[in-house]
């Protein structure tokens, strides 16, 4: 049995004996062990992608003596016969880059794509030999992950497709600002971005010449990521209470910030002043001047609380 590289694009024409100057891969002997036996050759790693052709082969000379006075002629199977052909699909690569565009009517995605590894004549194959016809298309979309959903693999079907599927031609080539305008991100009531993060993927269904590719959700340069604004609400009490402070002598005021949309385990710091209330300008010590305090803290979760005292 031997094995016989092809081409990248098509399979072979088929013919009655091997063509010359056919590239050979591996040749292998095998013994069948009685008849209507099941043999197996195996040439090992395919050394490229495309199309390979088996030719089978029995000499009468290569027999045991008892026996090959009964072979009539060798026989030799054809060369490129649609059976005995396969195809190691080629492994494309798809790269990507998102960008935005900001309008008055909102901010848009888009996307620049760069194919690469396909068979250099896509999509021009109309199938041979029980080969299909090459895929025309690459499928593109946007997801949306929303805040607190992790942009893994395994939450992939739990984010929101935003808009509508696009097109790419399966063709090896560079496809530059792909949008649509469904491509929207998402705001809220109050008109701001609504947290989370958005990413682009690429599918092709693969074919009988390219395997299937389906890029990755986790690929940060197809990411853009909306973080919620961090915000605060502060509460001054005076003893554990809101009731009045003594008007003369040293007392300390404790103000409980709570925190929203912080980043866990980053260090922040938070400066407060103490105000007059009635003239809503700061208040002065002793000594002329203004009263303020800092605390520096490192949350564990994004939303929580911290005290500031002013003495």
Same mark, same amino acid.
């Given at each position: ?19 010359? %100057? ?11 062990? *009685?008849?209507?036996? +099941? ?13 390979? !052709? ?14 090959? &006075? ?45 194919? !690469? ?9 109309? *199938?041979?030999?029980?080969? &299909? ?34 097109? @790419? ?18 705001? %809220?009531?109050?008109? $701001? ?7 682009? @993927? ?29 915000? @605060? ?8 209470? $809101? ?6 002598? $040293? ?20 400066? *407060?002043?103490? +105000? ?11 000594? *002329? ?23």
């Amino acid at each position: 049995a031997s094995v016989y590289y092809v081409s990248a694009l098509a399979p072979a024409e088929q013919s009655e004996t091997v063509p010359e %100057g056919a590239e050979l891969i591996k040749s292998v002997t095998i013994k069948a062990d *009685g008849p209507e036996t +099941m043999i197996t050759a195996n040439a090992g790693t395919a050394p490229k992608d495309g199309f390979y !052709t088996w030719v089978w082969e029995v000499k009468a000379d290569d027999q045991d003596a008892d026996w090959s &006075k009964y072979i009539k002629a060798d026989f030799a199977d054809g060369y490129g016969l649609a059976d005995e052909t396969t195809s190691i699909r080629h492994p494309a690569q798809i790269d990507s880059q998102l960008s935005v565009r900001d309008t008055k009517a909102g901010t848009y995605l888009v996307d620049d794509v760069f194919v !690469t590894g396909m068979p250099s004549d896509r999509p021009n194959f109309e *199938g041979a030999a029980g080969f &299909k016809a090459d895929e025309k298309e690459i499928s593109h979309e946007v997801l949306f992950f929303p805040a607190g959903l992790e942009v893994t693999e395994a939450n992939r079907d739990k984010a929101e497709k935003i808009g509508e599927t696009v097109t @790419i031609p399966a063709k090896n080539g560079f496809y530059p600002s792909i949008g649509d305008t469904s491509w929207i991100a998402k705001t %809220g009531a109050d008109g $701001k971005l609504v947290a989370g993060t958005y990413v682009f @993927i690429s599918t092709f269904a693969g074919d009988d010449r390219v395997q299937p590719l389906a890029t990755s959700v986790e690929d940060q340069t197809e990411q853009f990521t909306v973080t919620a604004e961090p915000g @605060i609400h502060t509460t001054l009490t005076y003893n554990d209470g $809101k009731g009045e402070a003594p008007g003369y002598g $040293k007392r300390v005021l404790i103000d409980e910030v709570a925190y929203t949309n912080l980043a866990p385990g980053k260090e922040y710091s938070l400066t *407060g002043t103490l +105000m007059d209330k009635e003239t809503g300008k700061p208040m002065l010590d002793s000594d *002329g001047k203004e009263i303020t305090a800092t605390t520096t803290f490192t949350p564990e979760s994004a939303n929580g609380t911290v005290t500031v005292a002013f003495e």
